[in-house]
C-alpha cells in the first residue's frame, strides 16, 4: 500500500524539475520527511542536492518545510508527517526561507 | 560568414549575445536560469555547440548545466562535488581551522580535445573532472592534499579555485589559480601538484614572498606560447617565462595594479590587456574612468583604451572572469562590468561599445568564434 502525497515546490524547482502545480508521489508507509523527499528524488532527479545535502541529507539551510500552517523544518527526519499530508488532504510545502534580495 | 557567441554569467541568469564577422548588430538571448547566480559559461573547443554553465543559489545549491545545440536549450547533469576522501580543514578568516564545504563551482573549462571532459574549480578551493559529460563529477585531490593545504584561506570572496588553463602543447601541464592560496602547476595531468608562486610578494601576508598565501586574481596565456603567464595579482601585474617557476613584476606605468581580470590578444601573443580597478577597498575604476589598458610589449608599457568607455563618473567594476577575446581576424575584446554592462571592441581595444547595459552584475564573460 501506498500514499499519494502532494507536494508544493518553489518556482525555481518546479522549473528544474520541469513540472507546473503540485507533484503528488507514491509514498510507502511510514510517511516521513525523509521517506516522502526519498520518493520525489527518485521521481525527478534534478531535484537531488537542490533540497538536502547530497551525503549528509540533511535539509540545506534556507530550505523550510511546512505543512498543516506548521514550520515542521526542525523536526528529525524520520519524524512521520501529519495525518492531512498523508492522507492527501493538506499539501506539504518545501519552501525557500525569506532571505536576501 | 563567421560570427562570435558572448557568454555572459551574472548575479541573475545567464544571456547569449550573438552577432557576425561585423559585431555591430547583436542579438540578446536570456536570461536563462533566471534567478540564479550564473558564475561561469564556457563552449567546448572542440565542439562549439557544447556549452556549460555553473547555476547556483544560496536557497537550492549547485546545478551544472549543459547544452548541446549551442545554448537553446539546456539539460542539468550532475550536480554532486564530494571531496576525495576526508576533506580535513584549511585556515578561517579568524585562523582558526575550518572544515572544507563545497559552496560553489567558479568555473568552468571544458578540455582542448574531448568533449565529453571538463574540469570545475570550485570554492572550497578543490579541482573536479568529468569525463562523461558531466554526469559524474571526480576530484583530483593531489591538489588539495599538497602539503600546504591546511594552511590556504580565503580572500574576501570565499577559498575559489577560479583560474584553470589547459596547455594547449603539453595535455599533461594544467594551471591553476586558487584565492588566496596562489598558482599551482601540474605536470602529470592533475596528479600531482606544485606552488608557482616565486617572484611574487604580496604586502597583506606575514611572509610577503611565501610559497603559498598570494592572492592571485587571474592568470592568462595565449595558446601558442603556453609558458609564458600573465597575471593580475591582488596588487600587481606579473609575468612568468618559464611556465611559472619564476615572476616578476611588469605593472610599469599603469594607474593602479590592482585589478581583476587580465586577457592576450588572439593574435599577438605580447599584447595583454586589464582593467586598473583603485585599490582593495574600492572596487572602481581610478578617477570614475573606465579605462581597460593594453600593453604591446608583453608588460610594463601601458596605453590607455578609453574611445567609448564611460571617461567621469564610472564605479562599476570587472570581476575577475569577465573578459575575453574572440579568434577573427581582427580580434575582439569584451569584458562585463558589475554595472551589467557588456562592452565590445572589435579593433582590439581601440573602439568601444556597450552591446548591453542593463544586466544584472556580470559575473563572466567568455566569447565563442563561430565558423
Redesign the interface.
Known sequence: MTYAVRIVL?A??KK?ARVSGEVTVEVAPPVTHRSLLDALEARHP?L????RD??TLKR?P??RFFACEQDLSHDPPDTPLPDAVVDGAEPYLVV??M??G | MSGVRVLVGTRKGAFILTADGKRERWDVSGPHFA??EIYHVKGSPVDPNRIWASQT???????VQRSDDGGTTWE?VG??F?YDGVPGTHQWYDGTAHPWEFARVWHLEPSLTDPETVYAGVEDAALFRSRDGGKSWHELSGLRKHGSGPNWQPGAGGMCLHTILLDPKNPRRIFIAISAAGAFRSDDAGETWQPINRGLKSEGIPDPDAEVGHCVHRIAQHPARPEVLYMQKHWDVMRSDDGGDSWREVSGNLPSDFGFPIDVHAHEPETVYVVPIKSDSEHFPPDGRLRVYRSRSGGNEWQALTEGLPQRDCYVNVLRDAMAVDRLDSCGIYFGTTGGQVYASPDGGDHWTAIVRDLPPVLSVEVQTLP
Not at chain 1, 48 to 51: A, C, L
Not at chain 2, 57 to 63: I, P, Y
Open positions: 518553489p525555481h524547482l528544474l534534478t537531488r542536492g537542490t533540497i547530497h551525503r540545506r534556507f530550505v525557500g526561507a532571505a536576501g | 534567478g540564479w543559489s544560496g536557497w537550492f545549491g549547485q546545478q542539468p550536480n554532486e564530494a
